[in-house]
């Protein structure tokens, strides 16, 4: 998994969220152009509980499981929008991205796609 290795802090609750969704979005699309599976919603909020707890962060179930249905919206939108070479540029780009020193503007709009997610369907 490549964002075992980068543990961050974030400034709100809304970046933690946001950047879920990314990372998220990010691991769909490396497993299903490798593989040709989807990671299910279970399987999503799992990585995350993962991920927060290497940077000793919590997060309800219910709410993970929501981040990770939104992450698989999305990563199914990226995947439907793109050809198979474009789409595994994508889903590379995006995972170089989870490390922080690395800078991409096409990482930058997708996460700022993720922030609009997270703000037109709040968790429940």
């Known amino acids: 998994m490549a964002w075992e290795n980068t543990p961050q802090t974030f400034t709100s609750e809304r970046g ?34 993962d991920w927060l707890a290497r940077s000793k962060q919590t997060m309800a179930l219910a709410e993970r499981r929501h981040l990770a249905g939104l992450s698989d919206r999305l990563a199914r939108d990226i995947a439907a929008s793109l050809s198979r070479e474009a789409g595994l540029y994508t889903a590379h780009e995006m995972l170089e991205s989870l490390d922080p020193n690395y800078h991409s503007d096409m990482a930058q709009t997708l996460m700022a796609e993720c922030e609009r997610l997270l703000d037109s369907e709040p968790a429940p």
């Open 16 to 49: 933690l969220r946001a950047a879920l969704i990314f990372a998220l979005a990010a691991e769909r699309l490396s497993l299903y152009y490798e593989h040709g599976q989807w990671l299910t919603d279970a399987q999503g909020a799992t990585l995350a509980a």
